[in-house]
């Protein structure tokens, strides 16, 4: 969301004929946007901080903001610890941008803007041109959060659940798409809670199929609280929609569930993926999971560890428990460091061997990519298949843009390798 975010913000600044740069000692404004899901991130940004007055030692400061969840939950002592700091940014209050940077050209009085307007936002950002022109495109299509698990500062600094316009959603598609985007994954903090007057997630991804150039759609990040049979339904109905689904359980301890207040349980996180993969047999699962949240057992472990070799998620992210203050859980007692740890390291050991299967088992098969971009090495062209695994394919022909099947001739941890094959399967590739 954050890379969303971030085109928007150069958007909206090309207005005051502001453009990118990638050398940052020209930057004649610094915004630097930033996450706060776990601890160390307001550290980061005193760090870049630093990094910023090296570069302009012997030149004249740039306009320096901060955006993010950083601004929003920490924006007065941010402004007060750095005079460096000209303002903070919170998420829904971005599109103010442009009034900031000229109000700071001409007063270099601190900002702190970090009101929740995302109606106007996102009312603001439907009349600004959407420019992004990668094959593989974002798009936010729900902010917020109103599920409250005890351990995430998300709904205190994105706010409340909140769903942008069909219409404008399909208008923005559109434009991507003639931008160049084959691919289009939308994003929320809680997708598919995504309800704008009625119209759900699935509705959404019916109706952006109908657009030809555009060949598949992906969403993140779900919630197993609002994984409805409609959207279930939509993995058979829908060729274009990917068949990963990342789909964060947390814990595999239905007592931490509790405890964490996730609003499901094993057994309804069980059943979701056997409809899933009944609708669909080709599906395939990624995840996140806290480990080491206070109060976790070498039972509760345990059970987490069943669930991931029951599941074989193709992906795990594992995070250790980190305590953000304002949340509930920040002063609960937390669990031996070195014990978190240990289980963190055994977690994320059986992970990647089911991982590398996985891969393994992908051998010689021929699988459809859709290539986004030529890598610096001559010929070489990056793409993903389906399942969003990299692949790195040789090529005369240029492939970007293009989806061809593939013959998988070498993995590895991160990476396919493959070979273009004449083969045709199940659809008709042509991009
Ligand atoms: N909405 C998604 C869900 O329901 O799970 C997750 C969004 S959250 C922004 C991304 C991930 O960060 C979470 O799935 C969780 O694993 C991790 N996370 C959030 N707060 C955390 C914390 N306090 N400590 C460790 N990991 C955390
Ligand atoms: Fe955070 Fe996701 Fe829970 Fe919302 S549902 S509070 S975003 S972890």
């Known amino acids: 969301m954050n890379v969303y975010d971030s085109n928007r913000i150069l958007d909206l600044t090309k207005k005051i004929n502001y453009v990118l740069t990638n050398t940052i000692n020209e930057a004649d404004c610094y915004v630097l946007n930033t996450c706060h899901i776990r601890e160390k991130a307001t550290d980061k940004v005193y760090h870049e901080i630093g990094r910023v007055k090296k570069e302009f030692k012997n030149k004249n400061k740039p306009i320096v903001l901060i955006a993010g969840c950083v601004a929003q939950a920490e924006g ?93 959603l399909v208008k923005e598609v559109k434009q991507l798409v003639s931008n160049g985007s084959k691919e289009i994954t939308l994003l929320g903090q809680n997708v598919n809670a995504y309800n ?85 047999p080709n599906i395939k699962l990624s995840s996140d999971f806290i480990i080491g949240y206070p109060g976790e057992t070498q039972d509760d472990f345990e059970k987490t560890l069943e669930l991931v070799r029951n599941v074989k998620f193709i992906n795990s ?45 992908l051998l010689e098969k021929t699988i459809p990519v859709l290539f986004e971009n030529k890598t610096k090495n001559e010929n070489k062209y990056f793409g993903r298949d389906e399942c969003f695994n990299s692949v790195i394919v040789e090529s005369h022909e240029d492939l970007t843009g293009k989806i061809k099947n593939i013959i998988i001739t070498k993995v590895s941890q991160n990476t396919l390798f493959g070979e273009i094959s004449s083969k045709l399967i199940h659809k008709d590739f042509a991009a």
């Open 76 to 168: 007065d002592i941010l402004l007060k610890k750095e005079r460096y700091i000209d303002a903070v940014v919170g998420p829904q209050s971005y599109h103010k941008i442009n009034d900031m940077i000229l109000n700071i050209e001409k007063n270099s009085k601190p900002f702190n803007y970090t009101d929740f307007g995302v109606i106007e936002k996102f009312d603001t950002l439907n009349h600004i041109k959407n420019s992004d022109s990668k094959i593989s495109s974002f798009l936010t299509i729900q902010e917020g959060c109103d599920k409250f698990c005890k351990f995430c500062v998300v709904p205190y600094t994105r706010g409340a659940e909140f769903s942008r316009s069909i219409i404008e």
């Open 196 to 280: 704008y007057k009625g119209k759900k997630l699935s509705d959404l991804i019916s109706e952006i199929a109908k657009i030809d150039a555009l060949k598949r759609i992906r969403y993140t990040t779900s919630h197993p609280k609002d994984f409805t049979e409609d959207l279930i339904q939509a993995h058979k109905d829908c060729a274009k929609l990917m068949p990963l689904i990342h789909l964060p359980v947390q814990s595999g301890s239905n007592r931490i569930l509790e405890n964490m207040n996730r609003k499901h349980t094993i057994e309804d996180y069980l059943q979701i993926i056997k409809k899933l993969k009944k609708v669909n």
């Open 317 to 361: 992210y594992s995070f250790i428990f980190s305590a953000r203050p304002g949340t509930p859980s920040f002063h609960l007692k937390k669990i031996d460091n070195n014990l978190a740890k240990e289980r963190l390291l055994i977690f994320q050991k059986i992970s990647k061997q089911i991982k590398t299967e996985y891969r393994e088992e």
